[in-house]
């Protein structure tokens, strides 16, 4: 049982920040790869950042420089650092869990909004 929860979303300001986090209730969270995807309405849901179990960490273009990945393995917990966060940030920001190779190892969370004004 692998069970994403979202938190930390809200409205900011264009230039402001936020810290998402994804605490994940597994039994081998240090194991996981786990994925931020944003979808903004009615656009494709896209990959924000993605840390793997050794800590690597991988950003979409549009966000590097100015969001940061990290893990937690103590308090099962990942989080999504956004700085400078700009209206074109705004979406519902989903955290996945990838628990083993294939579909049905993914695990998602319900999603957080965040609303960036101008």
């Known amino acids: 049982q692998v069970q994403p929860v979202e938190s930390g979303g809200g409205l900011v300001q264009a230039g402001g920040s936020l810290r998402l986090s994804c605490a994940v209730s597994?039994?081998?969270?240090?194991?996981?790869?786990i994925n931020w995807f944003r979808q903004a309405p009615g656009k494709q849901r896209e990959l924000v950042a993605a840390?793997?179990?050794?800590?690597?960490?991988n950003y979409a273009d549009s966000v590097k420089g100015r969001f940061t990945i990290s893990r937690d393995n103590a308090k099962n917990t990942v989080y999504l650092q956004m700085n400078s966060l700009k209206p074109e940030d705004t979406g519902v920001y989903y955290c996945?869990?990838?628990?083993?190779?294939?579909?049905?190892?993914?695990?998602w969370g319900q999603g957080t909004q965040v609303t960036v004004s101008s």
């Open positions: 996945k869990a990838v628990a083993g190779r294939g579909a049905g190892y993914d695990y």
């Open positions: 840390i793997t179990n050794d800590g690597s960490t």
């Open positions: 597994g039994r081998t969270f240090s194991s996981y790869v």
